[in-house]
């Protein structure tokens, strides 16, 4: 583990709607600078539990500590301390890049020198300074999901939670999307991130497999590769899903 300061604590967190449980007793915890990896097939629970996580959402029971704050009582502390990046594409398609970045950089609260800082080294570091003043929608999908990520991280939030990040990008884009990921993690902010592509769970240092609202494995990918005595994860993803 490359932290032991917890910065997400779940225990036994449930969530139920009327007669549904959409998370069924979870428990796990995520440490400073590590990349998580939440899977799970479409309706598993992943959605449900990061906007519990995220104070979107409250949890049925459990208890649950976000960036040192507790979910059910400090949810507007815990917004503050969180970069979020949904599988929708978040930005504003009708303002421009240098216009989205100031605007988000403003929700998250800081200053006016700070947004001129941080909109122009992000510009620099993205190498967007030809098409800072083009709106958002004239931009590939690449560059903009690559924004995207870089704004949710603007005010160095401890946990960013990057929900589907790369769904309907290229292969070349995806692997340069996980390098501001390192980057991130390297920095010293958490990373919880859902995802399909099960190649990308072999990039996480941690990964929890969600099966119909339960966690049915949580390890590295190599342990969890052997221990299902698999060749990929791709096949432990189906072994866990088929319960074979």
């Given at each position: 583990?490359?932290n ?9 967190l ?18 400073k600078?590590?990349?998580?990896g939440?899977l799970?097939?479409?309706?598993a ?8 996580l ?19 009582k400090?949810?507007?502390k815990?917004?503050q ?18 216009e989205n970045?100031?605007?988000?950089a ?7 020198a ?10 620099n570091?993205?190498g967007?300074?030809?098409?800072q ?5 004239s931009?590939?999908l690449?560059w ?5 990520f ?12 990057l929900?589907e990040?790369t769904?309907?990008v290229?292969?070349?884009?995806r ?18 991130v ?20 339960k ?17 990929n ?9 088929r319960?074979?």
């Amino acid at each position: 583990m490359k932290n032991e300061e917890k910065v997400i604590s779940v225990k036994n967190l449930v969530k139920k709607f009327a007669d549904f449980t959409a998370n069924d007793n979870l428990t796990f915890d995520v440490y400073k600078g590590e990349i998580f990896g939440f899977l799970g097939a479409n309706g598993a629970g992943k959605t449900t539990a990061i906007r519990i996580l995220c104070g979107l959402s409250s949890p049925t029971s459990g208890e649950l500590n976000v960036a040192g704050f507790d979910v059910y009582k400090q949810t507007e502390k815990i917004k503050q301390n969180i970069g979020y990046m949904s599988q929708k594409f978040s930005l504003y398609e009708d303002l421009t890049v240098y216009e989205n970045i100031k605007f988000y950089a403003g929700i998250y609260g800081l200053s006016n020198a700070q947004i001129k800082f941080k909109a122009n080294e992000l510009i620099n570091k993205l190498g967007l300074q030809e098409v800072q003043n083009k709106l958002i929608n004239s931009l590939p999908l690449g560059w903009k999901q690559k924004l995207a990520f870089s704004i949710a991280i603007i005010h160095n939030p401890k946990i960013v939670f990057l929900d589907e990040p790369t769904g309907g990008v290229d292969p070349i884009t995806r692997r340069q999307f996980w390098e501001l990921i390192y980057q991130a993690a390297e920095s010293g902010i958490t990373v919880f991130v859902t995802t399909h592509y099960m190649d990308e769970a072999e990039y996480c240092d941690r990964i929890s497999i969600m099966v119909d609202g339960k966690i049915e494995a949580l390890d590295t990918p190599d342990n969890l590769i052997k221990k299902y005595k698999a060749n990929n994860m791709d096949e432990v993803f189906l072994k866990l899903a088929r319960k074979n």
